[in-house]
């Protein structure tokens, strides 16, 4: 595939995925989104022509301001002011991939042809996204209610040819990519500023990015925890289908299956065994891995019926000919979402620290942190400090966003989302419970070599082998800072989705 066409098809993670991964794919408008977005400027500029009442961002300011009436001389004025004033963001740079995503969602959204912008701004951005022209955007600013305000505003101020962009690697003026491209900076027709900055696409764009990077973190933290089970010469029992057959709870279902597939043919698995019962950390993988699962595909179920939704405001409907001024632009289920993400990956963490703790704990016939001679060496004890670490920040940062409000804009937005901050501490939690899985990974194939002879899963084998290529087993102390990278990088570039076909 070297072109995706923006059309009114639905935009699924898998689509989203490939275009992430292949930067070299370039999009385009479909006709019929093209004949979409003309048919509703026509029908805009009609209807503004013939007025007699106000239209709300269209010939009103904005807000509080939304009584006050612009003369039709002063909308194009209208719509510079809106974009140029909004763009108050602060704090770091949103990262450029996420930046790209934005582009994609913001055209996706506008070739619904409800928003009554002009074909040419959908264009350019259209433009920009093939070309990698990345706006400079900042994380801090929106409140997630009338749509990703200051966000947008950043991403659409190179339209206009203003703001930043990188390009080619290089951070520069937006004017400086216009002028390399021959393009003039645009001016905005009525409404057209609106509806580049009400909509969902700061925190859509992060949501997206959320849920694949957490597709992998759940696949991960079950053959992980397959590795800890073994290593720690764990119990299958508690993984047998007809415990699951009587909570039928889809992902306990699911991740007891995986775990068992994984181990099917473990050596260590069918040994006897001298103990009865296992720490809950082993014994109730598939519950809590499972809740988090049934809460990953509820939220990413509502994040992708967000993505492909209109979220400006007023949306414009030609063939009823009404103009509506309502709330799409409200990121409410985004934030509640977001932040049962947030709490449903903590808990992978969560468990995964606890079953390093018991790892390193001397127990099962392990070595005490798992080294040959503790004392002399400290082994595996910090890691699990560090896990343990990581696990108090996340608990922190799964407070939820989305419970607190601060009126704004005199009172006519008296109640907020906040679901742009509940986005970028998810995206911080994703960061952190990759970390701590890789932690676990760090002390479970370690663990896994005292139970040598015996074999672990044929699958999982195949994967220690090539994890040992770059985490060494450690006999004596060293700086594990470096080990423990490198057992991040493995998870980030090992391509579990194939090579462990048979569990997933």
Not at 411 to 439: C, F, P, Y
Request: proline share 5%; charged share 20%.
């Amino acid at each position: 595939m070297n072109k995706y066409i923006i059309d009114s098809n639905f935009l699924d993670y898998k689509s989203i995925s490939v275009l992430l991964k292949n930067p070299e794919i370039k999009i385009s408008l479909s006709a019929e989104a093209i004949q979409r977005i003309e048919k509703c400027r026509n029908y805009l500029d009609q209807k503004i022509a013939q007025a007699s009442v106000p239209i709300y961002g269209v010939n009103t300011g904005f807000g509080s301001l939304c009584d006050t009436s612009i003369s039709e001389s002063d909308l194009e004025q209208l719509q510079y002011n809106l974009v140029v004033s909004h763009a108050c963001g602060m704090g770091d740079e949103v990262k450029p991939e996420i930046v790209k995503l934005m582009l994609l969602l913001k055209v996706q959204a506008l070739s619904r042809g409800y928003s009554g912008v002009a074909i040419e701004t959908v264009q350019r951005l259209v433009d920009f996204y093939n070309n990698d022209i990345i706006p400079v955007v900042y994380q801090l600013g929106s409140l997630g209610a009338s749509g990703d305000l200051s966000p947008l505003a950043h991403l659409s101020l190179p339209l206009l040819g203003l703001g930043e962009v990188y390009f080619k690697g290089e951070r520069m003026p937006s004017a400086e990519v216009l002028t390399h491209f021959n393009w003039k900076p645009l001016r905005l027709k009525s409404k057209e500023g609106l509806a580049l900055l009400n909509g969902t696409q700061f925190m859509g764009a992060y949501s997206v990015q959320i849920c694949l990077r957490t597709f992998s973190l759940s696949k991960w933290a079950d053959v992980i925890s397959a590795i800890s089970l073994d290593a720690f010469d764990g119990l299958i029992s508690p993984f047998h289908p007809l415990i699951q057959e009587v909570r039928p709870h889809k992902g306990q279902r699911n991740t007891a299956q995986r775990v068992r597939e994984l181990l099917t043919d473990s050596e260590i698995t069918k040994q006897s065994k001298k103990h009865v019962q296992d720490p809950y950390s082993f014994r109730c993988i598939p519950q809590v891995h499972g809740a988090s699962k049934d809460t990953i595909d509820y939220v990413s179920d509502v994040i992708a019926r967000e993505i492909n939704s209109v979220t400006d405001n007023p949306t414009v409907f030609p063939d009823e000919d009404l103009i509506i001024s309502a709330g799409n632009f409200h990121g409410q289920p985004i934030a509640i979402s977001i932040d049962s993400l947030c709490i449903a990956l903590a808990e992978l963490g969560n468990i995964s620290e606890r079953r390093t703790y018991q790892l390193i704990s001397g127990k099962r016939n392990l070595p005490h942190f798992l080294v040959v001679n503790p004392g002399l060496n400290s082994g595996f004890m910090i890691p699990q400090y560090t896990a343990a670490s990581i696990v108090n920040q996340n608990k922190i940062l799964c407070t939820p966003a989305s419970v607190d409000s601060i009126e704004s804009s005199q009172g006519q937005e008296d109640h907020v989302s906040m679901g742009a901050n509940a986005v970028t501490k998810a995206w911080r939690v994703v960061e952190n419970v990759e970390r701590i899985l890789a932690i676990e990974l760090f002390n479970a194939v370690q663990a896994l070599e005292f139970r040598r002879p015996l074999k672990s899963g044929s699958a999982i084998e195949k994967m220690v082998e090539e994890y040992r290529k770059i985490v060494p087993f450690i006999e004596n102390d060293c700086i594990m800072h470096d080990q423990m990278k490198s057992s991040l990088r493995f998870i980030r570039d090992y391509p579990i989705h194939n090579d462990i076909s048979g569990a997933f």
